[in-house]
T-cell receptor, first 116, second 114 residues
């Protein structure tokens, strides 16, 4: 099975621009979560999608949004970029089989976003 | 307010010795805990997990210990190998509640010195 694929791997934007990141989950996985990783902060949860519906949301401003398509692929959008948005954005998929297994997530390599 | 804490940002251990990575949590509703390992330029990969009904789970060289009363868990790696050098994230979730998110700690960077 192919793993979680994130595109692009690297991105450079300037303040005020917007950006869209893409994530293709493992085949058969219906849950997709997005995380922001910055030094010293670990992985901060952004949101989770399941069957095209946002199930959970972290404490990020409304500039951060996402969606999931019928094939489970997901996109994340950040509008009006700020310097502080520079980070590694990770996508993870889960089989959501129920019970503890649903919390075992499979991560992509991430998209490194630099805002200048 | 960090609900999952890893107070040691980094740790250095000699090859062959034991590595002990610590994690503390504040939310008593957490009942399932996971450890992930992350190499540079790769996403985190699942390592080992433990349910709150257990106090120990072992998988090869990796053992996780859970002390519910202290809200503390630790990951032991014995013996440590250079390939174990990575960032280790502790994570927690509350399976029995509607709080259906996995909360990650800030990570501990482990260096195993040959």
């Amino acid at each position: 099975k192919a793993g979680v694929t994130q595109t692009p791997r690297y991105l450079i934007k300037t303040r005020g621009q917007q950006v869209t990141l893409s994530c293709s989950p493992i085949s058969g996985h219906r849950s997709v979560s997005w995380y922001q990783q910055t030094p010293g902060q670990g992985l901060q949860f952004l949101f989770e999608y399941f069957s095209e519906t946002q199930r959970n949301k972290g404490n990020f401003p409304g500039r951060f949004s996402g969606r999931q398509f019928s094939n489970s692929r997901s996109e994340m959008n950040v509008s009006t970029l700020e310097l502080g948005d520079s980070a590694l954005y990770l996508c993870a998929s889960s089989p959501l089989a129920g019970g503890p297994a649903k919390n075992i997530q499979y991560f992509g390599a991430g998209t490194r976003l630099s805002v200048l | 307010d960090q609900q999952v804490k890893q107070n040691s940002p980094s740790l250095s251990v000699q090859e062959g010795r034991i590595s002990i990575l610590n994690c503390d949590y504040t939310n008593s509703m957490f009942d399932y805990f996971l450890w992930y390992k992350k190499y540079p330029a790769e996403g985190p990969t699942f390592l080992i997990s433990i349910s709150s009904i257990k106090d120990k789970n072992e998988d090869g060289r990796f053992t996780v210990f859970l002390n519910k009363s202290a809200k503390h868990l630790s990951l032991h790696i014995v013996p440590s190998q250079p390939g174990d050098s990575a960032v280790y994230f502790c994570a927690a979730s509350a399976l029995k509640t509607s709080y259906d998110k996995v909360i990650f700690g800030p990570g501990t960077s482990l260096s195993v010195i040959p």
